[in-house]
């Protein structure tokens, strides 16, 4: 055991060292792996019949221990060094952790199975986008899981009852939006069950969501100062994650990018020779060519000479402490600098507001409906056709009097 336990060590040591973790970080995350081995050698565990459950109860045992060496109890969040520590450990020894989930009766494999072909379904067949496979996975595990614990039966029985009780459950604390979209993915499942035979009734009609009528809400947009007071902000911070976020939210405001698209930016999608950017369109599946605009492509300098880490990740915009991979959101980065700004827009505070700010500037300035959805990446004038609702101004500057409220007035 002692020599499994210094190989292990050793291993972990490394593939921190290779993926750029500070040298503390490495330090502590070996340390706490080491303590979590001693552990699991007192008890006569072996590392690769390690649970779950177990690290929680080491982490318990931690801290009892650390109180009474110290006489006080560490601060609430002490816990996330050793979790991490030990987490990349049974990454390294286990293959992946959290380890998948494994059915443990026979309606578990059958759910398993069931969710396993509709994704293949869902990506092969109907082409969805990652984010929306993953939206409509995330929903169809929920459901099937209900499924086995409080519905009336197994697929097979499944009813109109049982989709109302569903949709109950899933509707407090929803917005009508929501609600709506929950519907729908909902719908989408259903119809799936029914055209494998997995259910004899095709139940998608029964999935009753509240209407949403065409320009019921205006959703909130920033005005060019507000904007203008973000990017100024952004640009006073010199460390790493201000020169990212700053060259996030030079992207956001020139072009009006979706956040998945910044996201997924490679290396070589900047041609500087050329001054042009290559954006992919994920909702779409479709490519555009934008010129590479002075304020953006400075921005975007500053940050890979300045604020970028040394990595092989070929995508631009990564996280500033090791593991470096691309970013997983920029809701957050956009609410941090909105704050700071001292913006507070009416409604949601997230990347897309930067986008609506967008539209509605091109259309002020009368550029075509057709252009405005090429910039933005839409498939048709369709989908362009809301944002001329957040042009309100506009609107208000050639709206006809009523007759009579002169009168009135």
């Keep these: 055991m002692p020599y499994i336990r210094h190989e292990l060590i050793a291993a972990l040591n490394s593939s921190l060292i290779s993926q750029r973790y500070s040298p503390v970080v490495v330090r502590n995350y070996c340390t706490y792996a080491s303590g979590f081995l001693d552990y699991l050698g007192q008890r006569g565990i072996l590392v690769a019949d390690v649970i779950d459950v177990q690290v929680e109860q080491y982490l318990w045992h931690a801290i009892v221990k650390f109180e009474k060496e110290r006489g006080r109890r560490p601060s609430a969040r002490w816990h996330e060094v050793p979790r991490s520590g030990i987490h990349a450990l049974l990454r390294l020894a286990h293959g992946q952790w959290p380890p998948a989930i494994e059915p443990i009766c026979a309606a578990d494999v059958a759910r398993f199975a069931v969710c396993d072909e509709y994704e293949i379904w869902l990506r092969e067949e109907r082409g969805l986008a990652r984010s929306s496979v993953a939206a409509l996975m995330w929903e169809a595990r929920n459901f099937l899981a209900w499924q086995i614990d409080y519905g009336s039966g197994g697929l097979a029985g499944l009813s109109v009852v049982d989709v109302d009780r569903y949709m109950d459950l899933r509707a ?184 609506h700010a967008r539209a509605v500037e091109m259309l002020r300035v009368a550029v075509p409906q057709k252009v405005i959805g090429d910039v933005l990446g839409h498939r048709s004038t369709g989908s362009t056709a809301p944002y001329l609702k957040l042009a309100t101004e506009d609107l208000r500057a050639i709206a006809l009097d009523v007759p009579g409220m002169e009168v009135l007035a």
């Excluded at 500087?272 to 060519?289: G, P, Q, Y």
């Excluded at 809701?331 to 507070?344: E, M, P, T």
Aim: hydrophobic residues 40%.
């Design 172 to 355: 407090p604390k929803l917005t009508r939006c929501s609600l709506k979209s929950v519907a729908e993915r909902l719908r989408s499942l259903l119809r799936y069950l029914h055209i494998t035979g997995r259910v004899t009734t095709d139940l998608s009609g029964h999935v009753i969501a509240p209407t949403l009528y065409a320009y019921e809400g205006v959703p909130s947009i920033l005005q060019r100062d507000q904007i203008a007071a973000v990017l100024e902000t952004a640009r006073a911070d010199k460390t790493p994650a201000g020169l990212r976020d700053h060259a996030i939210l030079q992207l956001l405001a020139t072009y009006g990018l979706r956040s998945g698209e910044i996201r997924n930016l490679r290396i070589e999608d900047i041609d500087w020779r050329t001054e042009a950017i290559h954006v992919r369109h994920h909702k779409t599946r479709a490519s555009t060519s934008l010129p590479l605009m002075e304020p953006v492509g400075e921005a975007l300098l500053a940050y890979l000479r300045s604020g970028r880490p040394v990595t092989d990740a070929r995508e631009i915009f990564l996280r500033t402490r090791a593991p470096y991979r691309k970013l997983d959101k920029l809701y957050s980065v956009v609410r941090r600098w909105l704050r700071d700004a001292g913006v507070q827009p009416p409604g949601k505070c997230g990347p897309h507001i930067f986008r």
